[in-house]
């Protein structure tokens, strides 16, 4: 399989290399400017100063490994190489890197053939700590650095995220990356092996659904005081163990540092049977004659169906939006506007009755209609 150049690589890699100084030009066109940290491959740029254009600078990395790969020419022929040399175009105000063009070559120093395409354009961003930040320091003459976000409220750890790169413009699904820096010492007890791990920070990507108002673990790396990696994860993709990110927390900050706005969840509580988790959205509004408005958002602990529509079809949902009129006098509500939303947060059932037809709900004691209730008519005061 091919093994595509270090650029590629997000995330896992330890923040020693970026603090190497890299010796002087050898003498034969190229600079040595650090290793991976498993010291598999020496990396070098070219000595010639790269050139300003459109805000950018081109330059050439080396990446020699210490032992073959193989890559797949255009026949399916397996080819093995023992050195990239990678075209690459360094952005230093939008910290990224755009990989132009791969060669491979063998032990001879000997460029393999044109049986393996180039590599089509990448631009990746850059992750502190990684073999993308050396090269960037390189080019660029500084490292990408860490923006502080918030202390946990019993002040053992503090969280940073990444850069200028933290999130993707405009986009309502950003992936971020931060780093948790922990007051002491901490341990973990590693599966399989079952061994305990000891670290003291950890950097973690996350992926929002800012409409959805979750943040979804991607990968976590756990590193000790020395910088070194102890241990990772992994979790596979799956949504519905993702609660979201409520107001007050540490991971409201963080959905704010990538969504680029405050989360208006707060939690409310759960149903009796604990199949629904219930969270006020944003505050209550008064209205005429002792009326409140609230919003609200509820997440069930599985997945549901219903029948909808007149053409009597099957919808899948997994959260509801919730939009009532509480009358604080005669203790009930109507409900205004609800919506069943999917796993993409898409709404697959609306229900939105005319003003005079609004269902008038009598709260239960101790039901999930008193628990709104109570939240429209004392958050308005």
Known sequence: MMRSASILLLIGLTAC?????????????????????????????????????????????????????????????????????????????????????????????????????????????????????????????????????????????????????????????????????????????????????????????????????????LHEVYYDADGHKVFDIQPPAGKYDTPPVTGGSVRAEMYQAACGT????????????RTQIIYTVGSPSGGPQNTVQARFRVYYSKPGRLTAGPDIHSVSYVSRSLLLDADCSTITYKIIHEKYLNNAGQPVFDIHPAPNDAPVVSVAPGSLSEMLWQSACRGSH
């Open 262 to 273: 405050s989360t208006p969840l707060h939690y409310l509580g759960t149903n009796r049977q």
């Open 17 to 217: 290399v970026s603090n190497m100084t890299a010796p002087p030009d050898r003498g034969d066109g190229w600079t040595y400017i650090g290793n991976d940290p498993q010291g598999t491959e020496n990396i070098l740029m070219a000595s010639v100063t790269p050139v300003p254009q459109d805000g950018s600078l081109t330059t050439t990395f080396r990446f020699q490994y210490t032992s073959p790969h193989t890559v797949s020419g255009r026949n399916g022929n397996s080819l093995s190489f023992l050195e990239t040399r990678d075209r690459v175009r360094v952005n230093c105000a939008a910290q990224t890197l755009e990989l132009l063009r791969q060669d491979y070559y063998d032990v001879n120093e000997h460029r393999i053939p044109d049986q393996v395409a180039n590599t089509k354009p990448v631009d990746k961003t850059i992750i502190p700590g990684g073999v993308n930040d050396l090269m960037y320091q390189a080019v660029c003459g500084r490292s990408v650095g860490w923006s502080y976000v918030a202390t946990s409220a019993d002040h053992t750890q503090k969280v940073y995220v990444m850069g200028q790169a933290s999130t993707q413009t405009g986009s309502i699904h950003p992936t971020a990356w931060f780093k948790t820096v922990f007051d002491g010492p901490h341990s973990l007890i590693a599966a399989p092996s079952m061994q305990r791990i000891h670290y003291s920070s950890k950097i973690s990507t996350l992926k929002f659904d800012c409409p959805l108002y979750e943040a979804r673990l």
